[in-house]
């Protein structure tokens, strides 16, 4: 038998897709599993189970955009039910984005849906299209190809920009690069058709990042984004203001950059200004903003710089990380999970537990994989549960405006979807 080092074992994990569950609208129902692997951000999540992609909205009224849910036009779905998205079946990767949607087919094809205004972030706007018209494509009312054909392996997504890594090591970046997110250096120089040239602050089809090959992960932050290399370093690129780039500097990036001292990584997580990387040896080093203790080793703070990677106190064990908005989750070797920072609106799952130094999520034992966004978490446990703690995690049960926070949970509670049978 084979044996594969811890870098390749994690890297494997890391590959495998976030969950999703199956839809009552598309006649079935989907049965809670540890393949399953979940993905969301802020108005929708997605399941990823067998291959197939399954959706909900947590919207708090019903007007979601039917381009969202990529089901066609016309598809009303109630708040907190799945919904199978049809003609995908061979699902390897996702990532949930702001009003839209990533998947990576089992061939390599990226696929988008969503909302496409004021910055392209599908990434499925015609080159030619953008050069006539200086503007985006369409919102996409079903998945629908990239713009740029490649290989892709994984997708990332944050705010309004994304990434995708591709089968032999490279980067494609689109949508919002006026911070540097994208990793082009100063933004392409468009030779407009009808109009007079010039660089736009964003591009609305993949552009393949120049000089970056040999990546083994990506993951795209608020406005910056992280790179894992094949040998266990990290490049970092895109608004530095906080240090979040990690090179010792406040001075935006906008190409790739070495983080300093970060060796034998084998996983990176970014959130709303501040960057994550996880050790082969199982501890965990952080750098960028410490508000609210996202950094997990200084106290919480108004927004303050920390541009140098350091480790974590007292965390070790830990064999995958992810970030939310200011907290992080570090998923250990015993299937236990430790979390860190922003402790509003049940971020960590402690229950009222206000301290944002890292500690163990009580009574969460058996964990295979886990999610963040926001204020929201998310853990795939061994018996098939789907637990989720934090943010929009249930319906309301009032109207938002009498100002109603029933849908916090400080602790971890099953993931409630009506379509999703929990074991």
């Not at 108004?302 to 907290?327: E, K, W």
């Not at 009574?363 to 999610?371: K, P």
Request: proline share 8%; hydrophobic share 40%; with cysteine.
């Amino acid at each position: 038998m084979t044996r594969i080092g811890r870098r390749q074992a994690l890297g494997l994990i890391a590959s495998v897709p976030l969950a999703v569950r199956d839809g009552r609208p598309a006649g079935a129902q989907t049965r809670a599993g540890a393949q399953q692997r979940v993905s969301r951000s802020g108005s929708h999540g997605l399941l990823l189970s067998g291959g197939a992609i399954h959706l909900w909205h947590v919207a708090r009224v019903g007007d979601m955009a039917d381009a969202v849910l990529g089901l066609g036009g016309g598809s009303a779905l109630p708040p907190f039910t799945l919904a199978r998205v049809p003609g995908l079946d061979d699902v390897v990767a996702m990532a949930a984005g702001q009003s839209c949607s990533f998947v990576v087919r089992a061939d390599g094809t990226l696929l988008a849906w969503g909302l496409n205004g004021g910055n392209g972030r599908l990434g499925t706007t015609p080159p030619a299209f953008f050069d006539e018209r200086a503007s985006w494509g369409p919102d996409a009312r079903v998945p629908t190809p990239l713009a740029v054909g490649f290989e892709a392996a994984a997708v990332s997504t944050q705010n309004n920009h994304a990434l995708a890594l591709t089968r032999d090591g490279r980067v494609y970046a689109w949508g919002t690069g006026d911070k540097g997110q994208l990793g082009l250096g100063a933004m392409p120089l468009i030779r407009f058709r009808t109009r007079s040239p010039r660089a736009m602050p964003y591009t609305p089809y993949p552009i393949a990042i120049p000089g970056l090959s040999g990546v083994a992960a990506v993951d795209a932050g608020y406005t910056h984004s992280l790179a894992l290399m094949t040998d266990g370093t990290v490049r970092a690129w895109g608004e530095n203001r906080w240090g979040e780039v990690g090179d010792g500097t406040t001075i935006t990036r906008p190409a790739p950059v070495t983080v300093p001292g970060v060796r034998d990584a084998v996983a990176v997580a970014a959130g709303n200004h501040f960057s994550a990387a996880l050790l082969a040896d199982g501890t965990v080093m952080t750098w960028g903003n410490r508000f609210h203790g996202a950094l997990g080793r200084t106290p919480a703070s108004d927004n303050q710089a920390d541009p140098t990677p350091a480790l974590v106190p007292g965390v070790r064990g830990v064999r995958t990380i992810v970030a939310g908005s200011f907290h992080v989750l570090a998923l250990t070797e015993g299937g236990t999970i430790v979390s860190w920072g922003q402790p509003d609106f049940g971020a960590l799952g402690r229950g009222d537990a206000v301290a944002w130094a890292p500690a163990p999520v009580p009574r969460l034992a058996g964990v295979q994989s886990m999610a963040a966004d926001g204020e929201t978490s998310f853990a795939v446990l061994a018996s098939g549960r789907i637990m989720t703690w934090g943010g929009d995690v249930r319906p309301w049960t009032r109207p938002p405006e009498e100002g109603s926070f029933d849908t916090i949970s400080r602790r971890p509670i099953l993931l409630w979807l009506d379509g999703l049978e929990q074991p």
